[in-house]
């Protein structure tokens, strides 16, 4: 099996004033050939600092710390903006979470779209108009030739995030980053986009990297999910698993907050996340945990990797 | 179908035109809702029942309130100012003899400002710490509370009596526009280069941009499409608000320099009491000055599809 | 009723808390802290102004008209030979108390006829903005010209013109941040409460829209000093001998050529005191905006 994205050991820190912040902070993964590769975390775990780092997007204080970013061989982490270019885009891409203020409003979407084929093909921006058009049939926008000359502010949410797609799809990239695609939206829609996405994964055969703090819509699409906490990754295993036998005790939390049996009272997890700057010792997640042990407040639990490939970090665990 | 574009400058202009009316009559309340005889207060206390009566017969206020009304707006409406009390000629003729000075000083200001300022502005806020963003930091600052007349007063002393390069007040030669133009400008720069950097830095980190770099844009275009076109619309608000300033600021810069524009024209009338000419004055300023704003949105419906949208707009 | 009262408490102390924090920010800003004691000691000196000039500013000395910087007079002396130095402590009330009075009850009068006109709506709404627009119809200084022209001279009118050619400002900044506001949803919540409109609007709407107004009123004071003074320096406004700093730069600029004196020090502090109300203003931008303070909280 190809991997796609193998991250080692990635650190991205932020200089601030009161502290640096660790908001990634040591994390392994890799992205497999075709698959939807979820990220599951609260805000503040790091889910989406990692993606913009995965994409060179990150700005100062950001910085990435130590690590590799594999990108089928290249390091993204040592590019300059020029090898960046035709990367971005083109063979990754990144649909963000808000489209109302990730669309520029003084150009149509048709134009904005198009920008991506001019990028990458040259040429002048207007040859581009059929191509936008069928992007736009395939993200299933209603009416393509009149929306392709609509301002964003006279679109929906829905409709601006179709449009997000459609420049992240527009190259036919091997790798799509979806950072909290459906977070801004109804429902109703959400449900849609989910459907678009896997969708588009399998006729374009490109992998998706969908990062939510939903973990129930994780377990509904994604092939292998990859849990955070506080900066570092809890557990990373296959749908199946996750649902049937959730090994870190976080996951498991987050499974049963979302149980949907109305006999059993929703539970929450006890606590709050921690600071990123002076995080706690040992396991991040030792003072919310039911399970914490001694050791858990004092060392770093250790990656540990089962038969079928899944991963966790947890005392509970010596290696099976 | 109509387009939105038209239907908001007919709705704009129609605006323009009430709130013309609306100063007229506020002004003319403004002159009469006095407590006690307007004539006299406007004679001041040192004035002979003479010139009390002469102001009062001028202005018309020994007739009936709806009367004095209805002679004050159609007489506006023919474009008949008044005659003046001291020139005895109408206003309408004294405004159009030193209007030129006026625009010209304006002009040469307003053009200093904006080649001085808009690429400071751009600069500065594209290399936040370099020494070309404490200038332009510092340039705004002191333009902005620093008072016009001191710094022409300034000026004067430092060109005209010591160094004796330029001179200090009249409008005799080209050389003279030099030192007014140069205080109106530093007022109007300091103002225009903060809101510039501003408009630039806010523009700059805004999320389309980061949509933009993911497209793999190069610098170039992300710079012109994405940062200065959307910066555009802040300063043309900027700019708009720069107008008040302008004449505001021409009315000062005229009088210390001695301009003979129709702002210093305005505080001579005053000063003399001239009361019709002071008013023809101030409804020709406001009258522009409305004229100038509506222009400024129209060039902001052009830049901004945003604003077309009536619809969109009134929530 | 014990968990009533113990929220209450929490309530507050969570807003002591939220007031010691900006209170910290703004400190940080050492410019803008520096200028808040500037404008603290020039507001002294505007109230005991008369006690600590020493010499009468209304006495003039013909024989030592213009002089220079001396022993005797520290600022030099004006060109009716009246001590500078005086003029200018005694000069602070009229150029800066005035500024700051008029601005005071321009935003006042601005902020209830915003806050009427946003949430209200309707006819309310209408009828304040077209009369708004009308008031901003009329650039700053010559609506300030105009008012003390036709207002007579003397401080009331300096007051009422500076108050009524600041309010427009207020009633669109107001006004904007209710209609934003308004849709909230612990003002939705107020209403179907059935709290009386006036409460909702001063208890819930108001402490939520005044941090732009006050961050305004710093600069606008600025504003209005520059007005003050530049009305003064015109002849208009307050009766001469009255010390006003503009009003000493107008008489004194004659005579710009043989002693630039008279003109270069009250212009000096007029400079200072705009200076100190545009720090300030920044500092207090910097403190009370939500969108920078969360940018520093963030993480």
């Known amino acids: 099996m190809n991997n796609v994205l193998l991250v080692e050991d990635l650190r991205v820190y932020y200089d601030l004033p009161q502290g640096i912040v660790k908001a990634v902070d040591g994390v392994s993964f890799d992205v497999r050939e075709g698959e939807i590769f979820g990220i599951a975390g609260e805000s503040g775990s790091g889910k989406s600092t990692l993606a913009l780092a995965i994409m060179g997007l990150l700005r100062p204080p950001a910085r990435i710390a130590s690590g590799r970013i594999l990108f089928k061989g290249v390091d993204l982490t040592k590019l300059s903006d020029k090898e960046w270019r035709s990367i971005r885009g083109r063979r990754i891409s990144i649909i963000f979470q808000d489209p109302t203020t990730y669309l520029n409003p003084v150009y149509t979407v048709g134009f904005q779209v198009a920008e991506v084929f001019e990028a990458h093909r040259g040429g002048v921006i207007s040859s581009f108009l059929k191509d936008v058009i069928e992007i736009f049939k395939k993200v299933k926008i209603a009416d393509p030739e ?15 995030q179709r449009v997000l797609i459609s420049m992240a799809i ?50 509904e699409i994604a092939d292998r999910i990859m849990v955070m906490y506080a900066g570092k990754v809890a557990e990373i295993a296959d749908r199946k698993s ?65 038969a079928k490939g899944g991963v966790v970090y947890c005392h509970l665990y010596k290696g099976e | 179908m109509v387009s939105s574009l038209s239907t908001y400058l007919f709705y704009r202009f129609l605006q323009a035109i009430v709130t013309f009316f609306g100063a007229m009559i506020l002004f003319f309340f403004i002159v009469r809702i006095l407590p006690g005889d307007p004539a006299r207060i406007l004679a001041g206390p040192e004035a002979s029942e003479e010139d009390v009566a002469k102001i009062r017969e001028a202005l018309g206020l020994n007739k009936p309130i709806y009367e004095q009304f209805f002679i004050y707006l159609t007489s506006i409406l023919r474009g008949d100012l008044g005659t003046s009390i001291k020139y005895g000629t109408p206003v309408v003729n004294e405004i159009l003899a030193r209007l030129p000075y006026t625009i010209a000083l304006a002009l040469v200001a307003e ?53 004796r390069l330029l001179p200090s007040s009249g409008a005799d030669s080209p050389k003279h526009i030099i030192l007014p133009a140069l205080t109106l400008a530093f007022f109007l720069t300091g103002n225009l280069a903060r809101m510039t950097k501003a408009a630039v830095l806010e523009a700059l980190s805004s999320n389309h941009v980061v949509t933009a770099i993911a497209k793999g844009l ?56 001239d009361y019709v000419l002071a008013q023809g004055i101030i409804m020709f300023i406001v009258g522009v000055f409305i004229l100038l704003n509506l222009l400024t949105d129209i060039a902001y419906a052009l830049v901004d599809p945003r604003i077309r949208d009536v619809l969109w707009r009134v929530r | 009723m014990e968990g009533k009262v113990a929220l209450l408490d929490r309530i507050r102390e969570a807003k002591r808390r939220r007031l010691k924090e900006q209170w910290n920010v703004f400190k940080s800003n050492r410019l803008a802290y520096l200028s808040l004691f500037i404008l603290l000691f020039i507001a002294l000196i505007a109230i005991i102004g008369p006690l600590i000039a020493p010499h009468d500013p209304y006495e003039f000395d013909l024989s030592k008209a213009r002089s220079p910087p001396s022993l005797e007079h520290p600022l030099g002396a004006d060109e009716l030979g009246r001590d ?38 309707g006819l309310w709404d209408t009828v304040i903005q077209r009369v708004n627009d009308v008031l ?45 506001v308004a849709s909230e949803d612990y003002v939705v919540a107020a209403r179907m409460l059935g709290l009386s409109e006036w409460r909702i609007m001063v208890k819930h709407i108001l402490p939520n829209v005044i941090a732009p107004v006050i961050v305004q009123l710093s600069y606008h004071m600025g504003l209005a000093v520059l007005v003050a003074s530049a009305l003064g320096f015109l002849g208009l406004g307050v009766p001469p001998p ?26 000096l502090v007029i400079s200072v005191t705009v200076i100190a109300f545009n720090m300030v203003g920044d500092g207090l931008r910097e403190s009370l905006d939500p969108r920078v303070r969360a940018l520093l909280r963030r993480w």
């Open chain 3, 84 to 121: 500078i130095l005086s003029r200018i402590l005694v000069g602070a009330r009229y150029t800066f108390g005035v500024s700051i009075v008029s601005v005071m009850v321009g935003a006042s009068i601005g902020t209830l006829l915003g806050l009427i006109s946003g949430y209200k709506g």
């Open chain 2, 218 to 273: 190069p610098f170039s275009k992300i710079l012109v499409r994405h940062v200065l076109r959307v910066s555009l619309i802040p300063i043309l608000t900027i700019i708009s608000l720069q107008l008040g300033a302008l004449l505001g600021g021409a009315i000062i810069t005229e009088t210390v320099f001695a301009w003979p524009g129709i702002g210093s024209l305005l505080v001579d009338s005053l000063f003399y009491r």
């Open chain 1, 242 to 306: 996750i649902l049937s036998e959730p090994k870190h005790p976080y996951t498991r939390g987050l499974m049963e907050s979302v149980k949907y049996d109305r006999k059993v009272r929703l539970k929450a997890i006890r606590g709050s996340i921690p600071s990123l700057i002076d995080p706690p010792k040992g396991c991040r997640f030792h003072p919310r945990c039911p399970l914490a042990m001694d050791e858990c407040r004092i060392y770093e639990p250790k990656r540990v990797v089962d």
């Open chain 3, 136 to 180: 901003l119809a009329f650039p700053t200084i010559l609506l300030a010209i105009a008012l003390v022209a036709f207002l007579g001279q003397g401080v009331h009118s300096l007051v009422i013109a500076i108050a009524v050619s600041s309010m427009p400002v207020y009633v669109r900044l107001v006004r904007a941040s209710v209609l934003q």
């Open chain 2, 111 to 163: 053009a200093i400002a904006v080649i001085i300022a808009i690429p400071l502005g751009v600069l500065a806020a594209l290399k936040p710490r370099s020494m070309l963003s404490y200038i332009a930091s510092l340039l705004s600052i002191l333009g902005t509370s620093l008072p016009v007349f001191w710094v022409g007063l300034m000026l004067i002393f430092i060109f005209a009596v010591e160094l």
């Open chain 1, 170 to 219: 527009a190259e036919k990239p091997d790798l799509i980053i979806a950072d909290e695609p459906t977070s801004a939206l109804d429902v109703t829609i959400q449900a849609e986009i989910v459907d678009l996405l896997n969708e588009l994964r399998r006729s374009l055969r490109t992998s998706i990297i969908f990062i939510t703090h939903d973990l129930a819509l994780l377990t």
């Open chain 1, 146 to 160: 009149r929306r392709v000359t609509s301002y964003p502010h006279q679109l929906s949410g829905g409709m601006k």
């Open chain 3, 242 to 267: 009255t010390p006003e700093w503009g009003a000493m730069i107008g008489s004194g600029r004659i005579y710009l050529f043989s002693s630039p004196h008279i003109v270069f020090f009250p212009g």
